[in-house]
């Protein structure tokens, strides 16, 4: 058995096993960890160690998912990248003009504002289904995995943001960032970055609001 000090708790696990066991006071770091995560949309402009990035990412492999069919995908962007990026962002009146002439111009602009700020885009797409079915619980597993890897930047001291920019969703964006816009369909960019502050938690409704106990 090896030791690894989370936080506050060790975590013990079969070492080079792949399937964790859990010990009880697991259960209470990983509620610190999930209640704690916020959304973060200000961030310093400090960039990521590729390493710590990495092994956010690979939380996400780990995501439930039926017939193991795992089907996100994910295009990192390091801050070089999304330098080039907002070049080619601005280089498109296709993607200025999304969701309309008014509007779109003036979120691109937030967004080229934003970019500079980030320590790395993590653009997530899943594979689609063609059975709407299978297509929705690929999502949901995409989504999970999403999750993870939120989680992974929350527990390193980073923030996160899962965002629905529709210049970032865009199948011309998609397609610069190497997706395969036939088969696959976008879930979200994640802005990841070091944290200006830490919002205060967003309302939640109670559980008894929420669930039944039979
Ligand atoms: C699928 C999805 C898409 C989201 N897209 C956006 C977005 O485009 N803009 C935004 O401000 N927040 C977006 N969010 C983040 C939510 O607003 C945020 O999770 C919510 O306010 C709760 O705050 P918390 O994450 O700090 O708990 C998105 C969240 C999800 C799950």
Redesign the pocket.
């Known amino acids: 058995m090896q030791e690894r000090h989370q936080g506050y708790r060790a975590v013990a696990w079969a070492a080079g096993a792949a399937t964790v066991r859990a010990m009880p006071a697991a259960l209470d770091s990983l509620t610190a960890t999930i209640r704690g995560?916020?959304?973060?949309?200000a961030f310093t402009g400090a960039p990521i160690a590729s390493d710590v990035l990495s092994q956010c990412l690979d939380l996400a492999r780990w995501a439930p998912n039926h017939r193991l069919h795992q089907p996100w995908r994910f295009a990192v962007l390091d801050q070089a990248a999304i330098a080039r990026l907002a070049l080619f962002l601005r280089s498109r009146d296709d993607i200025a003009a999304v969701p309309d002439a008014i509007k779109g111009p003036a979120k691109l602009a937030k967004l080229l504002a934003h970019l500079p700020s980030l320590g790395a885009i993590i653009q997530v797409t899943w594979v689609r289904d063609a059975d709407p079915t299978i297509d929705l619980e690929d999502h949901a597993a995409a989504?999970a995995a999403?999750e993870h890897i939120?989680l992974g930047v929350h527990a390193a001291g980073l923030g996160g943001?899962?965002?629905?920019?529709a210049a970032l969703a865009h199948p011309e964006t998609l397609r610069w960032c190497g997706c395969d816009v036939q088969r696959e369909a976008f879930?979200?960019?994640l802005w990841l970055g070091h944290p200006q502050h830490i919002?205060e938690?967003?309302p939640?409704r109670p559980l008894s609001e929420v669930a039944r106990w039979l």
Do not use: I, M, N
């Open positions: 995560r916020r959304t973060v949309k989504a999403v939120l943001f899962w965002s629905s920019s879930l979200g960019s919002p938690p967003s939640r």
